[in-house]
């Protein structure tokens, strides 16, 4: 995307080159260009890059229409690892945004993420998460997942900051569902079906 930025192209064609020789430099500079030019667009859609260039990705956490959910920004571009994504109905979006934390502990230390792998049991001695009393396995974004979790931060970021188109529904992005009457989530509708028919975490 950075092709559309109103800037000469010999500039565009430095941030290129840097973002192939230099990632962590790349962040910097192309943040201090939106800063300083797009000072509006930046603070609307980018103010997470703070963030993320300290810590090497950053939580965007959402709660919409009876859906909580968290997901990180950054893990592939700092780590080669897939962004991830937490889902629940029931628990608070803080509590979801704890849980990127426990798992991206274990990918900033080299130990990637699995999908198909059920990392309920190890959550559970964390006794924040003591209460999980289903699987917790990740699965890999699917084209149907663009209904229910929109994660435009997402495609800006790595179109800005990565020169990546990224496409509608693939994500670079794995995704845990917690405390579902079934799973994977249904496409479309925000999950109002699936809302309309879930029980209370207390009677799970």
């Not at 994504?85 to 798992?103: C, Q």
Request: aromatic share 12%.
């Amino acid at each position: 995307m950075i092709e559309t930025l109103n800037i000469p192209e010999s500039r565009k064609q430095y941030y290129r080159k840097l973002l192939h020789e230099n990632p962590a430099r790349n962040l910097v500079e192309r943040y201090s260009l939106f800063c300083t030019e797009y000072t509006d667009f930046t603070r609307k859609r980018f103010s997470y890059i703070p963030e993320l260039m300290q810590r090497g990705w950053a939580p965007i956490v959402l709660s919409d229409e009876g859906m909580n959910y968290a997901f990180t920004i950054g893990l592939e571009y700092s780590f080669g690892h897939p962004e991830i994504l937490i889902a629940s109905p029931h628990r608070p979006a803080k509590e979801l945004a704890k849980m990127l934390e426990w798992f991206t502990d274990r990918v900033e230390i080299g130990t990637g993420l699995n999908a198909g792998t059920d990392y309920a049991h190890e959550m559970r001695l964390n006794p924040e998460f003591g209460d999980l009393d289903r699987d917790a396995a990740f699965r890999i974004y699917e084209e149907s997942d663009a209904d229910n979790y929109p994660c435009g931060s997402l495609y800006s970021f790595y179109g800005y900051f990565a020169d990546r188109d990224l496409e509608i529904g693939k994500l670079p992005m794995m995704v845990l569902e917690l405390d579902f009457p079934m799973r994977p989530a249904p496409p479309g509708g925000r999950l109002s079906s699936l809302m309309s028919a879930a029980k209370p975490l207390s009677e799970l």
